[in-house]
């Protein structure tokens, strides 16, 4: 046997200290290899609900990319779009620009509020049934119990030796899998090109690199998160069971067993009196319906994604043996200590946490809704010439040049009126455009750059910088935008 002595050095004048030294196999079972987990299919409300919120969110997930929506003849009519190559972000009626980042910002912490809501109100709903992990595992556990069975026929199958048919099933469950995993990494690289056309170029070699990277990429995670990983994610990876103390409390509801009720627990028999006891019969139904392989009796755990399903295997157990429903419930740790009391229980929705994340949430929605209804579809940008700084023409007259940046946001091609606010001795010169003319065309969706030149007469040169402001209109809605800048003189130095 190879023993390690784990004992530390000591400094010179000072005693040893005494260690046990430690079988090397000993160290090695500090890393525990992963316990399979067979959940048991049960039946129920909270498990038809989890059926139909997984169909809704994958058929949206995998059909939304092909949904059309007409923004006209300039613009990619897909619904929802992530268009890094023209820089915007389609979603329906909406067009991000980039510029208008904060749009996303503004969704990202309205996400993260209306978690914070949920999760004070009802605890981790979204770990039990929106989590893309959950939804995703749930779906690949459906397909190993086609090709498997239940619970008790998987862990016989996983302890049988190898046959044929142990082969036959465990091919088929991964090559399902598989597809599944692509179906969704196919799906992701959807969101970022036109569906249809990158659809036809996946499959003939002419997508972009960056679409087979990322297909590779999510069908390897989906495969393996969902598949092999499963609890550990939830476990291990997520941060979300450490932040999601902070945001709870007593009154907050989780799926509870409710102790105060079904202890003293122990085996039960028909014909038997239920006097002296509690209502769990020790069954553990909870724990072999349980996706995460706990047992809820044991109180709050980090473990647990609160899915709810141990409620349905519990009722089952409660209708069997004529006991009242509810034995493991939605509850708050506030009403177990009310009823061990003697006290009524009380659910309190509206309360000081609750209300914060409410009201933090309305503000920011009201916020965005605001500018998303007062959105300007135009926007003026405008950069001076430093080099050289102005230029002396050989009558006395200085002259600037600027560069104006026209965003059109609307979706169709518009002329603006351009004026200048400021000294009207100005002579204007825009370069591309008729000597006379004032007006800037510019197509749909696009941002188009004008040269211009601003020249003032020697006689009204009386200062070394001049105040100014560009302002672009269309003449038919009367949308301004406006830009300062300056105009410099051979007076400044």
């Given at each position: 046997m190879n023993l390690i002595d784990r004992r530390p050095k000591a400094a010179p004048g000072v005693t040893e200290i005494d260690a046990t030294p430690v079988n090397d196999a000993e160290v090695r079972e500090l890393y525990k290899k992963r316990e399979p987990i067979y959940p048991k299919l049960v039946k129920g409300p909270f498990r038809r609900f989890k059926w139909i919120f997984m169909a809704v969110a994958l058929g949206l997930?995998?059909?939304?990319?092909?949904?059309?929506?007409?923004?006209?003849?300039?613009?990619?009519?897909?619904a929802v779009l992530v268009d890094f190559a023209n820089a915007r972000f389609?979603?329906?009626?909406?067009?991000?620009?980039?510029?208008?980042?904060?749009?996303?910002?503004?969704?990202?912490?309205?996400?993260?509020?209306?978690?914070?809501?949920?999760?004070?109100?009802?605890?981790?709903?979204?770990?039990?049934?929106?989590?893309?992990?959950?939804?995703?595992t749930d779906l690949f556990i459906a397909v190993e119990r086609f090709f498997e069975g239940d619970r008790n026929?998987?862990?016989?199958?996983?302890?049988?030796?190898w046959s044929f048919d142990k082969a036959r099933k465990k091919i088929a469950k991964h090559a399902v899998w598989l597809v599944i995993a692509a179906a969704t990494g196919g799906a992701w690289i959807l969101y970022f090109h036109d569906a249809f056309d990158l659809l036809s170029d996946f499959f003939t070699g002419q997508a972009p690199l960056t679409a087979y990277l990322f297909f590779a990429m999510l069908t390897f995670t989906t495969y393996t998160l969902a598949g092999t990983m499963r609890e550990q994610v939830c476990t291990y990876m997520c941060p979300w069971p450490r932040i999601q103390a902070?945001?709870?409390?007593?009154?907050a509801l989780n799926v509870t067993y409710r102790v105060d009720r079904g202890e003293p627990r122990g085996p039960h028999k028909k014909g038997e009196s239920w006097e002296g006891r509690g209502d769990c019969i020790d069954c553990k139904a909870c724990v072999a319906a349980c996706p995460m392989g706990i047992d809820i009796r044991n109180g709050p755990q980090l473990e647990c994604i609160g899915c709810a399903l141990c409620i349905d295997a519990c009722n089952d157990i409660m209708d069997k043996v004529g006991r009242p429903r509810g034995l493991i419930a939605y509850d708050t740790d506030d009403n177990i200590d009310r009823r061990l009391k003697g006290e009524a229980?009380?659910?309190?929705?509206?309360?000081?946490?609750?209300?914060?994340?409410?009201?933090?949430?309305?503000?920011v929605a009201g916020v965005m809704l605001f500018g998303l209804m007062t959105r300007s579809t135009l926007e003026l940008n405008v950069?001076?010439?430093?080099?050289p700084n102005f230029v002396v023409l050989s009558d006395g007259s200085v002259r600037n040049?600027?560069?104006?940046?026209?965003?059109?946001?609307?979706?169709?091609?518009?002329?603006?009126?351009?004026?200048?606010?400021?000294?009207?001795?100005?002579?204007?010169?825009?370069?591309?455009?008729?000597?006379?003319?004032?007006?800037?065309?510019?197509?749909?969706?696009?941002?188009?750059?004008?040269?211009?030149?601003?020249?003032?007469?020697?006689?009204?040169?009386?200062?070394?910088?001049?105040?100014?402001?560009?302002v672009v209109e269309h003449p038919g809605t009367g949308e301004t935008a406006r830009a300062p800048a300056v105009f410099r003189t051979p007076l400044e130095r």
């Open positions: 997930y995998y059909v939304l990319p092909f949904v059309r929506w007409d923004r006209g003849p300039n613009a990619p009519d897909q389609y979603f329906f009626f909406i067009e991000i620009w980039p510029q208008e980042v904060y749009y996303i910002t503004g969704l990202l912490i309205l996400a993260a509020l209306g978690l914070f809501l949920v999760t004070a109100l009802f605890g981790r709903v979204w770990c039990g049934y929106a989590c893309p992990q959950t939804v995703w026929k998987r862990i016989m199958l996983d302890r049988a030796p902070a945001m709870t409390d007593r009154e229980p009380r659910y309190r929705f509206v309360r000081v946490r609750t209300l914060y994340y409410a009201i933090s949430f309305a503000i950069t001076r010439d430093r080099n040049g600027y560069t104006l940046k026209v965003l059109n946001k609307a979706g169709e091609p518009r002329e603006f009126a351009l004026r200048l606010e400021g000294d009207p001795a100005f002579e204007v010169r825009v370069l591309g455009t008729p000597q006379a003319s004032m007006m800037l065309p510019v197509d749909a969706d696009e941002t188009r750059d004008f040269r211009l030149f601003l020249t003032l007469p020697p006689e009204a040169i009386d200062r070394a910088s001049e105040d100014i402001t560009f």
